[in-house]
């Protein structure tokens, strides 16, 4: 049962999310992707459980004078898809810049 | 309220507006959240300084995917949780992978439950809607009783007087009224016309609650005589002949030639007790109307009486209060010529007159035949579920072995049964809808032709597929859905995982083709069988009823003759009748194809002669009062036998050109000879009738005429006395006219004859003799119709439920054909391995059906005419009929198992 590869958009935000963008906005100014794919994305992952969520402490929120925050973090399962797609996408892009400088 | 504010700014007023449209989208759980999480990061974009383009791209964005969300939800929902979701969803999977039997399920159901729905439309029609008044349960039909009360006494009618006497002392009742069903010609507006109407005491609307729609209804002061001659139109004339005109109160019309004044107009749908009311004339007008002496005389009885009984009075009580108005009535009525005839007074509450015993044995009839449908469609398909089951058996074994739970499996199966239930459900009543058309055109029919002895309270137009009758089909779908689907369900549920792996599905060779639920499956075969023969020999009797009606002799010839009705009116003295008789005959008899023509009061099979008490024969006077013998009494012209073709046979006709002075002749049929002159020829002999046209003077017979069929087929013709309207006229009856071709050709010449005469005078009720024979014997035709029908949708799904059977066994013990030919056994032998236990269950089926035939069609027995309900031929074709339909049903796929491949056969396992 090998999980569907992760699509280059995906990894970006799954990438993003570990590299401590927990949050769609955030997650938005990193990838350069819009807010309709990125929230596509970040919901499909949270189905896939590779991602997971939590809302923001109310407190926080208030004492900061700001709505609250829906944060989004890296499950096990999705550190070891990200650490796999990347990978593939390394192998990838080096076998292709090795293809072009053969050629 | 929020510690922190939202900018002012329009633009992020609308980029939260588009938000808040976007969650309208998501269900109500995740509706708040998806929300704040958008604006959350809404205000963090506004505040990192995001323009107003890139803001509305951003919630653009949202809206996205609040839809895509809404509907990711939805799904989940309905899918996960509960369970009964993927039950659903996993039963329309598959059902949707065997459309076959999808179809075939579907199909069964739409037509078992679209037969019941259509019937439970017209059965609650005459049995179970209340009549449309208030409070209808204290509305009794009170009956005047006359005869020997200690044995059975008649029922007849009141006559004004009567009503008049007892209407003080009835204390049991808060009101009561008179009514009775007369008809008279409508002029003033337009042409003139014949309409229905009912005369009727005061007091009449009041007692049923009837609401005026313009003006005002006959109220007390009607009563007195000489009141202004006022009438009350029907919602139905008011519209068709004045057109809806507001202003009608106050118009004048004019009845039988006299003037009314129109009073009121009554509430839509109300045609009077009668059913077929147009205006209502009270008793005190009457008189302008007809004879008044139908309304003075005591024992001239015409008028139904309904009364309302008083609050807290319950029906026993008030039957036995009056009980003791009947002495009071013999004391004030002796009987004038000295019988021992008695009075009394009884009463029946109005929900029980509604439809006589015949009516409602035929309705309850065919609902039993609708419900033997519904088991049988039930039967068939439980059995294809069975089957079905059988061939999942593999399928659910593994499933259960990857941890399904037994319930549920069930679930599962029962699910399924549900689904197609309500497809068929739905199918069904969307078929009984297409349907209503024809319900509605039946009850119309037996309204027509039952006439006000039946369904008089019935309004056709109140018919119709309203909630009860959607929510008994869809009902009856869900049952149905329930008892199929138990069986299965249980049946999945005790699956022997093991076994069933073992054996992929297929019945293992030495079960020798048999698994769980065989047993059960050759059992619901044997119950549709049973229950077909059943139906089968219900519709053959009826056949045969209406076969032998056919058979009965008319004593007239009803080919070619066409008849129509007329009246002069109680102005017309007997010359003016005469003159008028004689004019219309010599125009219709100049006219080319008519072969012959006369008139007489009474038209035969329509069961509305008069009939009066026999007084004299010869010199000797016949006592007894109203207990003497009834004859049918008419006035007829002397062509009546050569235009009817009723054969003279003894002495001749009526001779022509009497006058009225002359002595009185008269022909009488053979019961009248058979009854009143036992033994000796009575031609020479005397009659004397209770004749409101020759008194009672006694008239000599000249002949005597072959016994007509004037009232029921089914009961043998009364003694008929016919007298010469030229000695009696009675200026009113039918005008009879023999064509030498189509006799529909001379209704315009009996228009324009009738109005050469008299240019005011309509003739109505135009129709072929033919076609009221046929009226005669509907509802014989109407119940042997409906009991066809399911008859054979019975036959047909029971050949398809054995054919079903058979195709399953023999698909089953493939291998083992294909392993029986290998082995040298030739076709023949497989027929007969295949066909030996359908035609067992055949057999078991027949019998049973007999059984049940035999038990069942007793209680058609009022309903047929000369035939025993046991009748052995009607049962034996009604066998031979289901043995050879089941022979094929049966032989069909068995043939199929003599063409299996041995070799492939084997191969494919």
Redesign the interface.
């Known amino acids: 049962m090998s999980p569907r590869s992760l699509g280059w958009a995906t990894t970006a935000v799954l990438a993003a999310v570990r590299a401590g963008r927990s949050f769609g906005a955030d997650i938005m100014e990193a990838t350069d992707l819009s807010g309709g794919s990125v929230y596509k994305i970040l919901r499909r992952m949270e189905r896939r459980e590779l991602l997971e969520s939590r809302w923001e402490d109310a407190v926080v929120a208030e004492a900061e004078g700001r709505p609250r925050r829906r944060y989004y973090a890296l499950t096990e399962e999705g550190e070891v898809a990200l650490a796999e797609a990347l990978e593939r996408f390394r192998t990838l892009t080096s076998d292709l810049a090795a293809e072009g400088e053969a050629g | 309220m929020?510690?922190?504010h939202w900018p002012r700014a329009p633009i992020l007023r609308l980029a939260r507006g588009v938000l808040w449209l976007g969650s309208l989208v998501v269900p109500g759980a995740g509706r708040e959240?998806w929300r704040?999480?958008?604006?959350?990061?809404l205000?963090?974009?506004h505040?990192?300084g995001a323009g107003g383009a890139a803001l509305m791209?951003?919630?653009?964005?949202?809206a996205?995917?609040a839809g895509?969300?809404g509907l990711?939800m939805r799904r989940e929902a309905m899918m996960g949780g509960s369970g009964w979701g993927q039950d659903l969803r996993m039963a329309l999977r598959r059902l949707a992978r065997a459309p076959g039997f999808t179809a075939i399920t579907v199909l069964v159901l739409a037509l078992g439950i679209g037969a019941n729905t259509a019937l439970f439309t017209s059965l609650r029609a005459t049995l179970l809607q209340e009549p449309p008044y208030p409070e209808p349960e204290r509305l009794v039909l009170v009956d005047l009783l006359y005869g020997d009360l200690e044995a059975v006494p008649d029922t007849i009618p009141w006559s004004y007087p009567k009503f008049a006497h007892v209407r003080d002392d009835l204390d049991f009742l808060e009101s009561a009224a008179a009514y009775m069903r007369w008809n008279v010609t409508l002029a003033g507006t337009g042409d003139p016309r014949r309409v229905d109407v009912e005369i009727v005491s005061p007091g009449y609307f009041e007692l049923l609650g009837i609401t005026s729609a313009r003006g005002r209804l006959l109220a007390a002061g009607e009563e007195r005589p000489g009141a202004s001659q006022r009438v009350v139109l029907s919602h139905r004339l008011w519209a068709e002949r004045f057109g809806g005109d507001p202003a009608v109160v106050g118009r004048s019309v004019r009845l039988n030639g006299s003037g009314f004044e129109v009073a009121g107009v009554a509430r839509a749908g109300f045609r009077g007790l009668t059913g077929s009311a147009e205006l209502w004339i009270p008793q005190s007008a009457a008189p302008a109307v007809m004879d008044a002496r139908r309304l003075e005389r005591t024992w001239s009885h015409w008028f139904r009486v309904m009364g309302r009984l008083a609050p807290g009075t319950g029906l026993e009580a008030a039957r036995a209060s009056a009980s003791a108005l009947g002495s009071a009535l013999t004391e004030a009525f002796p009987d004038p010529r000295g019988g021992a005839g008695a009075h009394g007074v009884a009463l029946s509450p109005m929900g029980e007159l509604r439809l006589n015993r015949l009516t409602r044995l035929a309705v309850s009839a065919v609902g039993v035949g609708a419900l033997l449908l519904l088991l049988i469609t039930a039967a068939n398909v439980a059995g294809l579920f069975l089957a079905r089951t059988a061939a999942r058996r593999a399928d659910v074994a593994v499933r259960a072995a990857l941890g399904a739970g037994r319930a549920r499996l069930a679930r599962e199966v029962l699910m399924e049964s549900l689904l197609l239930a309500g497809a068929g459900g739905v199918a069904g009543v969307a078929l009984a809808w297409l349907g209503e058309g024809g319900v509605r055109w039946a009850v119309a029919y037996a309204l027509d032709t039952t006439g006000s002895r039946s369904l008089q309270f019935l309004d056709p137009a109140s018919l119709g597929m309203d909630a009860t009758v959607l929510g008994t089909g869809l009902g009856l779908a869900v049952l149905t859905g329930l008892v199929f689907g138990i069986v299965p369900a249980r049946a999945a549920g005790r699956a022997d995982l093991v076994r069933d792996l073992r054996a992929g599905g297929r019945g293992g060779m030495r079960e020798g083709g048999r698994a769980q639920g065989h047993g059960l499956r050759s059992l619901l075969v044997v119950g549709q069988l049973a229950l077909t023969l059943v139906l089968l020999s219900g519709a053959g009797l009826m056949l045969a009823s209406f076969s032998r009606l056919g058979d009965v002799s008319l004593g007239f010839d009803p080919e070619g003759v066409v008849a129509a009705r007329y009246e002069l009116g109680s102005d017309a003295g007997p010359a003016e009748t005469r003159a008028f008789e004689a004019a219309v005959l010599e125009r219709l008899e100049a006219r080319p194809g008519v072969e012959a023509a006369a008139l007489g009061v009474c038209s035969p099979v329509t069961a509305y002669c008069d009939m009066t008490g026999l007084r004299q024969l010869d010199d000797r006077r016949v006592e007894g009062g109203l207990d003497a013998p009834w004859v049918h009494t008419m006035s007829v012209t002397p062509g009546f036998f050569e235009t009817l073709r009723v054969p003279i046979v003894q002495g001749g006709g009526l001779p022509h050109g009497l006058r009225p002075e002359d002595p009185p002749v008269a022909v009488i049929s053979e019961a009248a000879a058979r009854e009143f002159f036992p033994g000796i020829d009575p031609v020479g002999h005397r009659i004397g009738v209770t004749h409101s046209h020759t008194g009672e003077r006694p008239a000599e017979i000249v002949g005597v005429a072959a016994d007509v069929t004037y009232a029921d087929l089914e009961e043998d013709p009364a003694p008929a006395v016919y007298f010469s309207s030229e000695q009696a006229s009675a200026g009113w009856g039918q005008i009879f006219v023999r064509a030498s071709g189509d006799p529909a050709h001379l209704v315009p010449a009996i228009r324009q004859a009738v109005l050469a005469v008299r240019p005011d005078l309509p003739v109505y009720d135009v129709s072929t003799l033919e076609a009221r024979v046929a009226v005669a014997t509907a509802r014989t035709r109407v119940i042997l119709g409906l009991l066809a029908a399911f008859g054979l949708t019975a036959l047909l799904l029971s050949a398809v439920g054995l054919y079903g059977f058979v195709s399953y066994t023999v698909e089953r013990r493939t291998r083992e054909v294909g392993l029986r030919m290998a082995l040298g056994a030739d076709r023949g032998r497989i027929l007969g391995a295949m066909t030996l236990r359908p035609f067992v269950l055949v057999a078991a089926g027949a019998a049973a059906g007999v059984a049940g035939a035999l038990l069942l069609t007793r209680y058609l027995r009022e309903l047929l005419f000369s035939v025993e309900p046991s009748d052995p031929l009607v049962l034996s074709l009604s066998i031979l009929m289901l043995l050879a339909v089941a022979a094929a049903a049966a032989l069909v796929p068995a043939f199929r198992a003599t063409r299996v491949d041995p070799v492939r056969s084997l191969r494919s396992e």
């Open positions: 929020s510690p922190w959240a704040e999480e958008w604006e959350a990061e205000w963090v974009l505040r990192r791209r951003f919630v653009l964005g949202g996205v995917d895509r969300e990711l």
